[in-house]
């Protein structure tokens, strides 16, 4: 069992930048791989980013694509996307994710899920 913890999220203007986290409060992630997923007000769940269980793959929404880095500190616990060049379209709540088998995008492949960190751009 793993519980996941986001944190970083909060508000930043357009063009801005955030850093989040997501920690393993229980577990290790080391042994998961990991992703991103948005969600904003009356939209569905989005796939925004993940990592393979070593972080040497990594995959993005093409949204993001060349914006956002998803990177991983096995030994610390911790996987971080950061987040360049913010959009007010970026503006939603950002979820991390554990992951045994399954596809990288697919929410459904996800075992563990964090409560969620918020994210809001202004334009």
């Known amino acids: 069992q793993v519980q996941l913890v986001e944190s970083g999220g909060g508000l930043v203007q357009a063009g801005g930048s955030l850093k989040l986290s997501c920690a393993a409060s229980?577990?290790?992630?080391?042994?998961?791989?990991m992703g991103w997923f948005r969600q904003a007000p009356g939209k569905e769940r989005e796939f925004v980013a993940a990592?393979?269980?070593?972080?040497?793959?990594?995959w993005y929404a093409n949204s993001v694509k060349g914006r956002f880095t998803i990177s991983r500190d096995n030994p610390k616990n911790t996987v971080y996307p950061q987040m360049n060049n913010l959009k007010p379209e970026d503006t939603a709540r950002y979820y991390c994710?554990?992951?045994?088998?399954?596809?990288?995008?697919?929410?459904?492949?996800?075992?563990?899920w964090g409560q969620g960190t918020q994210v809001t751009v202004s334009s």
């Open positions: 994710a554990s992951r045994v088998s399954g596809t990288y995008y697919v929410g459904a492949s996800y075992n563990y």
């Open positions: 229980l577990g290790t992630l080391a042994r998961y791989a």
């Open positions: 990592s393979s269980w070593e972080g040497s793959s990594t």
